[in-house]
């Protein structure tokens, strides 16, 4: 697929975490790069874009379990712990 709709798919990605997890998109973005997620996208995009958007949100939660990734989001904001 071109490099375009592979990085349409990670705005649009960032775009529905951040309206699903009612966060601000800027602190998104920054997490996705720090923690690799945003790369992590674009190189499955091929698997990921086949899944709906729930399925794909549900796999970056998965993907952000690692130990400490979720107190990175915000400082302040309180995320529900699994």
Do not use: Q
Request: include cysteine; hydrophobic fraction near 45%.
């Amino acid at each position: 697929m071109s490099e375009e709709a592979k990085i349409a798919f990670v705005a649009f990605c960032v775009e529905s975490y951040k309206s699903a997890k009612n966060l601000g998109g800027e602190g998104v973005s920054s997490l996705f790069s720090r923690l690799g997620v945003d790369r992590y996208l674009y190189e499955e995009y091929e698997v990921l874009h086949t899944m709906g958007i729930d399925a794909v949100l549900a796999d970056i939660d998965r993907y952000l379990e690692v130990p400490g990734a979720v107190s990175m989001i915000l400082p302040g904001t309180i995320v529900e712990a699994r």
